[in-house]
């Protein structure tokens, strides 16, 4: 089967990870949103292994996983702290930067 | 020719809408966690889609890694925060979601004729080959592993241990004054009760009526009403606490009626 399909069904994920991010006010739902549009990348990397008979973007999978992870636990620590002083997990309740 | 449909083909023609569908979900739900579950339900239907595009290794590391430790750091997370809070509805950029779905539908647009475009076609190789190389696909990943990319490898666990030290030292608050001894507070509590004369002693025990005697009972005082300080203030915030005067009249009123039968029966 070609990559093709593939790439339509992740360029679908990867643009409503991006409207989420756009849209969303809770930073963990803008956050997750972030973590769909790293799985439709994924996708396609995988799907293209397949199709050129090339391990190397399962391999580049595999570290953007490790990546996530690691970004997941500090971005959401992040979260927690904010959480922590505003009482809130909304992206609109830290304006201490706004002029 | 007969059109062939491979195992392949069937997987993603099932699991594609599945995709889609709870991806919309992290776009619609109001609250966080039917979000957090709907983006764990692509995330195992995306590891289905690896199966079928033989990267086995990469599927169980989705689930593991994905849907079992970061998708479950979110809910932990969520569960920290408040489940009950949904998201707020209101547009602070007038437009904004309107605008937000145009850029989307110009971005996918941009990604499909764009990119897709000029990826389209090209040779269909297969992965058996290169498993074969090594023996399997996940000898094949471990040889480019810790071949080609183990300086990248190596360079991921320290990634992964700046990340952990990193969500110590976030997670970690530091105390802004020294924690106050008994003694202190005990101090205090005698400076509070000399300059506003609050009561230094432990706080009055929620109200026993006869049939009540919850911690949403507030205390009735001498005069008959309720004494604010006998429940928690938790509690009075959340409207549950019992309405303690009407519950003593209730027991006021059969312990009259009983005394007035009694009476009657004096009398006669």
Excluded: C
């Amino acid at each position: 089967m070609s990559p093709d399909n593939y790439v339509y069904l992740a360029a679908i994920l990867f643009t409503i990870g991006t409207v989420g991010v756009m849209t969303r006010r809770n930073a963990l739902v803008a956050f997750m949103s972030v973590e769909l549009m790293l799985n439709a990348a994924n996708l396609v990397m995988v799907a293209f292994a397949l199709a050129r008979g090339n391990l190397d973007g399962q391999i580049a999978t595999f570290f953007v996983m490790v990546v996530a992870a690691a970004e997941v636990v500090v971005g959401l620590s992040i979260i927690i702290t904010i959480y922590r002083t505003r009482r809130s997990t909304s992206v609109d309740a830290a304006s201490l930067l706004k002029l | 020719m007969i059109p062939l449909v491979t195992g392949a083909e069937v997987t993603f023609w099932i699991v594609a809408p599945l995709m889609v569908l709870g991806a919309l979900g992290l776009l619609f739900f109001r609250k966080a966690v039917y979000a957090a579950l709907s983006m764990a339900f692509v995330m195992v239907n995306l590891a289905v889609l690896y199966a079928s595009l033989n990267a086995m290794f990469l599927t169980f590391v989705q689930i593991i890694v994905y849907t079992g430790a970061i998708m479950m750091l979110f809910l932990f997370v969520l569960m920290l925060v408040g489940v009950d809070t949904p998201d707020s509805i209101v547009e602070t950029l007038r437009g904004q979601r309107w605008s937000a779905g145009l850029a989307g539908l110009g971005l996918l647009g941009l990604i499909v004729f764009g990119i897709g475009g000029a990826l389209a076609g090209g040779p269909q190789v297969g992965l058996d080959d290169a498993n074969a190389v090594h023996g399997g696909n996940v000898e094949s990943l471990a040889a480019l592993i810790f071949g080609r990319y183990v300086f990248i490898f190596e360079l991921t666990s320290a990634l992964l241990i700046t990340a952990a030290v990193g969500a110590m030292v976030l997670g970690q608050h530091a105390r802004v004054r020294p924690k106050p001894t008994q003694r202190e507070m005990a101090r205090q509590r005698m400076v509070d009760y000399a300059a506003s004369g609050l009561h230094p002693g432990t706080l009055p025990n929620s109200g026993v009526i006869a049939r009540h005697n919850s911690i949403a009972t507030p205390a009735l005082l001498p005069d008959g009403t309720i004494s604010e300080a006998s429940v928690s203030p938790a509690l009075t915030s959340r409207g549950v606490i019992l309405d303690s005067p009407a519950l003593s009249r209730a027991t006021a009123e059969a312990f009259a009626a009983i005394e007035g039968v009694k009476a009657e029966e004096d009398e006669e």
